[in-house]
């Protein structure tokens, strides 16, 4: 409710409208392995994208490539 009021307050709503704002993670410098991969094996299991990645560099879990 409190929303639909601060809406109705402002005399131009649509400047309240703000894209979300992404924080960098662990994964993204590796985003573009991780899609390649995918593409080329759909079922490529997740703990060989861990292997994989980790041999790159990447020092995070698994649970950030499930996602």
Request: hydrophobic share 30%; net charge positive; charged share 30%.
């Amino acid at each position: 409710m409190n929303t639909v009021k601060r809406y109705a307050r402002h005399t131009k709503p649509e400047r309240m409208v703000r894209a979300p704002l992404y924080r960098p993670t662990l994964v993204d410098p590796y985003r573009d392995h991780l899609r390649r991969r995918r593409t080329e094996d759909p079922a490529v299991p997740v703990t060989h994208l861990l292997r994989e990645t980790k041999e790159l560099g990447y020092t995070g879990s698994a649970n950030l490539l499930v996602l």
